[in-house]
C-alpha cells in the first residue's frame, strides 16, 4: 500500500461510452501525475498538476480529460476512445513536481471494445 | 529530450546469485533517479531514489549507484531470491522534466 488509490482497478469500455478513472492520495503532496503504460513501451507521461493547476499535458488526445478539483484527488474522464487506447493507466504522487520521490497507484487496467 | 536505456530487457538467474541491473540517461541534469519494482498487472513500487548529489543509496539487500557525469546508475541486488522476480523500472526527473521512464528489466530468479 503507497497511500495512493486508484479505482476501478478494472474498466471494460465500449468506444461510444463515457466514463472516469479516480485517484486519491492523503500523503500531504502537491503534484499528481497520470501516466499510461502499454505494452512494450515506457511509461508514457500524460498529465501533470501542481497545486491543483495543470502545469503539463504531453499532446494527449482530447477524449482524455483531466480533473483536479483538490490536491487529494485526480480524475481521468473518458470518452469515445479507441481499442489502441487500451492500457494500465497509473496515477502517482509527489511532495512537489521535482527532486521529490514520486508515489504510485496500483493503476486502472482498462479494455476498449 | 531526455531518454532513459535499461539493459539487460530480461534477465534469469538462479536463486541467490547477485546481480546487476543498469540504466543509462542521455540529460546528465538530472534532479534525481529513482529505482522502482512492478510486479505483472500491478503498479509501481518505490524501492531507493538517489539525488543527483548522492552517489548511491542501499536498502536492505538492494544498492543503486549513481554516475550523474556519465548518465549512468545500477541496481546491484545481492541473493537474489524468486519474490525478486518482477520488472524492475529506473526513471529521472530534471528541471522541466516529470520521471521519464526506461522500458524496464525483466527479472526471473529460479528456485
Known amino acids: 500500500e503507497t497511500g495512493v488509490t486508484q479505482t476501478p482497478r478494472h474498466l471494460v469500455m465500449g468506444m461510444t461510452n463515457k466514463k472516469s478513472l479516480k485517484c486519491e492520495q492523503h500523503?500531504?503532496?502537491?503534484?499528481m501525475y497520470w501516466y499510461k503504460q502499454s505494452a512494450k513501451k515506457p511509461l508514457e507521461l500524460m498529465f501533470v498538476y501542481n497545486f491543483k493547476e495543470q502545469t503539463e499535458n504531453n499532446s494527449v488526445p482530447s477524449r482524455f480529460s483531466p480533473e483536479c478539483p483538490n490536491s487529494s484527488h485526480l480524475f481521468l474522464h473518458l470518452h469515445t476512445l479507441q481499442p489502441e487506447d487500451s492500457a494500465l493507466y497509473l496515477c502517482?504522487?509527489?511532495?512537489?513536481?521535482?527532486?521529490?520521490?514520486?508515489?504510485f497507484g496500483q493503476g486502472t487496467r482498462l479494455t476498449v471494445v | 529530450k531526455q531518454e532513459v536505456t535499461q539493459i539487460p530487457a530480461a534477465l534469469s538467474v538462479p536463486e541467490g546469485e547477485n546481480l546487476v541491473l543498469n540504466c543509462s540517461f542521455t540529460?546528465?541534469?538530472?534532479?534525481?533517479l529513482q529505482w522502482f519494482r512492478q510486479d505483472p498487472g500491478k503498479g509501481l513500487t518505490s524501492l531507493l531514489l538517489?539525488?543527483?548529489?548522492?552517489r548511491e543509496q542501499t536498502s536492505g539487500r538492494l544498492n543503486a549507484s549513481l554516475d550523474k557525469s556519465s548518465g549512468r546508475s545500477t541496481l546491484y541486488i545481492a541473493a537474489s531470491q524468486p519474490g525478486d522476480s518482477a520488472t524492475y523500472l529506473c526513471?529521472?526527473?530534471?528541471?522541466?522534466?516529470?520521471?521519464?521512464f526506461g522500458k524496464g528489466t525483466r527479472l526471473s530468479v529460479i528456485a
Open positions: 540529460d546528465s541534469a538530472i534532479y534525481n
Open positions: 538517489i539525488q543527483s548529489s548522492q
Open positions: 502517482a504522487s509527489s511532495p512537489d513536481r521535482a527532486n521529490t520521490e514520486a508515489f
Open positions: 500523503l500531504g503532496h502537491n503534484a
Open positions: 526513471a529521472v526527473t530534471g528541471r522541466n522534466t516529470p520521471l521519464v
